[in-house]
């Protein structure tokens, strides 16, 4: 674990994540949350964190 800058990447639209995105925010981390756009509503956790990147772009990379 670092104190140090870092950024926090969630891969979730799951607002359980909040405390950890608010603990890293506190700590003066990037945070960015990945997520299909159907996770995306305006809620909490998406005007929470400093960058949202839609996974439905990356759809075609990903694999299961």
Known sequence: CTTN???LKILSGDSDF???ID???DLG???EMW???SAL???SMATS???IEPLD???DEIQL
């Open 18 to 20: 909040m405390p950890l």
């Open 49 to 51: 964190v400093s960058k």
């Open 41 to 43: 509503s305006a809620g």
């Open 35 to 37: 997520a299909f756009s």
């Open 23 to 25: 603990v890293a925010n």
């Open 57 to 59: 772009s990356h759809l």
């Open 29 to 31: 981390w990037e945070t």
């Open 5 to 7: 800058p870092a950024v």
